[in-house]
């Protein structure tokens, strides 16, 4: 079983930047696929980033140069920093591990971008 906590998710202005950090647990992070997902109330969860074991990253148009998704292996973290936030990028922004078809969820942390 994979323990999965994110944090760092708040209150910001229009244009403001956060970043959000994931923790995983596992001696076997380095394997890891993790990707950050969102979901804003009354729609369906999707997919903002990821980035694979070898490094590679891939992200949703809407947010492509604005967020930068990295990640840390020797701590198990996974990072998204959010840049040039609006009001649509507001929801739950869940972090997920997938190793090989498995896959770990953690519980979210709340975003919010208004005035």
């Known amino acids: 079983q994979v323990q999965v906590v994110e944090s760092g998710g708040g209150l910001v202005q229009p244009g403001g930047s956060l970043r959000l950090s994931c923790a995983a647990s596992?001696?076997?992070?380095?394997?890891?696929?993790m990707t950050w997902y969102r979901q804003a109330p009354g729609q369906q969860r999707e997919l903002v980033a990821n980035?694979?074991?070898?490094?590679?990253?891939n992200y949703v148009d809407s947010v492509k140069g604005r967020f930068i998704i990295s990640r840390d292996n020797a701590k198990n973290m996974v990072y998204l920093q959010m840049n040039s936030l609006k009001p649509e990028d507001t929801g739950v922004y869940y972090c997920?591990?997938?190793?090989?078809?498995?896959?770990?969820w953690g519980q979210g942390t709340q975003v919010t971008v208004s005035q």
């Open positions: 980035i694979t074991s070898g490094g590679g990253r």
């Open positions: 997920n591990v997938d190793f090989y078809g498995q896959t770990y």
């Open positions: 596992g001696n076997i992070f380095s394997l890891y696929t």
